[in-house]
């Protein structure tokens, strides 16, 4: 039997192993779902079935915070997944016109996606989207139930929304300080300040070419999909092929160091130590990598501020 400590760090070893392993498991089942191709049109009138769509998004009602999120855009928006986050540099006064959102470290407290009504329109026919789904498989966060400040939770199962498995949106990424949704989010205190925290949308724009996949039902005779228990809702700006690209990666990424972690605690209980020493060594190189980019963008802002 191993010493106390070893079985300890093993215990911890195999607990991250699970975590990663689940992610793992969720990518490869969401990739399972993904289409090879879009449906027929003779599909499109089959209640209950698994509909893959590649068309135009339509915006029937744009999302009531869409030019906050998206300034100056030219289309009507019709959805945007969101996260918020907070800095670093939490005892300071500097906001982010000052500091700059790309030149800080940000954490991810909240995150959630905000819809008006929204269709696309492929094969002839315009099929409304219930992008509801999201909300209801994960538990998130909507702008109004949001409170900046006071003691802030990192860990919050919604802030996964932001990496959901479930959409692929990376057509445009917009950057705003809290500031512009003064008027839909709530402050801890009056002294909160809003330009110190920063949400972060991947907006659907009207005319923007989507692939959505999800259970095809058809009420007062009109189609609309939706994702269920059995076929999940996918929704990409990048194509199916982008889609599935991408959870390819992170399958292999999460799956490659779950089993990292499996076999370096299974050698630690063997009394080797050669594998939990190559991962150690590897945190220490990502560690090392991260601190000197974050001292090239120190190094940056003080000369931006002799200037």
């Not at 998130?140 to 990496?163: F, H, K, P, Q």
Request: proline share 4%.
């Amino acid at each position: 039997m191993p010493p106390t400590f070893v079985l300890v760090v093993i215990a911890g070893l195999v607990a991250i192993a699970l975590v990663y392993g689940y992610r793992a498991l969720v990518a490869l089942l969401v990739l399972r779902s993904v289409p090879s191709e879009p449906s027929s049109p003779s599909r499109l009138g089959v209640d209950g079935e698994q509909v893959a769509l590649t068309g135009e998004l339509v915006v029937d009602e744009p999302v009531e915070t869409g030019d906050a999120a998206v300034p100056d855009a030219d289309r009507p928006v019709g959805a945007y997944v969101w996260r918020a986050r907070f800095p670093d540099n939490t005892n300071s006064d500097l906001t982010i016109e000052d500091w700059g959102w790309e030149r800080q470290h940000w954490h991810t407290f909240a995150s959630g996606i905000e819809s008006g009504r929204v269709s696309v329109r492929a094969n002839g026919r315009t099929v409304a989207i219930d992008l509801s789904w999201f909300e209801k498989v994960t538990g998130v966060d909507t702008l109004g139930d949001l409170e900046l400040g006071g003691v802030t939770n990192t860990e919050r199962l919604s802030t996964y929304l932001w990496d959901s498995r479930y959409h692929y949106l990376r057509n445009r990424t917009e950057h705003r300080s809290f500031r512009w949704f003064a008027g839909h989010v709530r402050r801890h205190n009056e002294g909160v300040d809003l330009d110190r925290y920063l949400l972060e949308a991947r907006p659907l724009l009207e005319g923007t070419t989507v692939s959505v996949s999800g259970e095809l039902r058809i009420e007062a005779g009109q189609p609309i999909l939706r994702g269920s228990d059995e076929t999940p809702l996918l929704v990409s700006d990048q194509g199916f092929d982008g889609h599935r690209c991408w959870l390819r990666q992170r399958l292999l990424r999460e799956g490659g160091l779950s089993a990292g972690l499996l076999v370096a605690a299974v050698a630690l209980w063997l009394g080797v130590y050669l594998p939990l020493a190559v991962l150690v060594v590897g945190w220490l190189v990502y560690v090392g990598y991260n601190f000197v980019q974050d001292i090239e963008i120190f190094v940056d802002f003080l000369q931006r501020l002799r200037k």
